[in-house]
């Protein structure tokens, strides 16, 4: 199965370069065949079970880690200090 990587990387928004190409084509051929691997489980009971509940975590906030000007700084448009994005709505 060839895959363009190109493409995806095209669809992601990240750059890769020419020599990296192969690398990442393998990589993706390698991961397609593990999940062509997966064994079906369309017949298999996956309702959750409440005598075997898991343990979750304790979500923590976490404040002030980065400051508001450095995440505007990873987004591709600002304007008044808000993300500007594309008009999905007419």
């Known amino acids: ?6 493409h995806i990387a ?9 020599q990296e190409i192969p690398k990442f084509e393998k990589d993706m051929e390698r991961i397609i065949g593990m999940v062509e691997q997966l ?3 369309s017949g298999m009971d996956l309702s959750p079970n ?9 979500d923590v ?3 002030d880690k980065y400051t ?19 008009k999905t709505v007419e």
Not at 1 to 6: E, F, G, P, S, Y
Not at 10 to 18: N, T, Y
């Open 1 to 6: 199965m060839k895959i363009d990587i190109r």
């Open 10 to 18: 095209k669809l992601s928004k990240i750059r890769i370069e020419d």
């Open 39 to 41: 064994p079906d489980i």
């Open 50 to 58: 409440p005598a075997d509940a898991m343990q979750l975590r304790e």
């Open 61 to 63: 906030a976490v404040s």
């Open 68 to 86: 508001r000007n450095e995440l505007l700084a990873n987004a591709p448009q600002v304007q008044a200090g808000c993300i500007v994005v594309p």
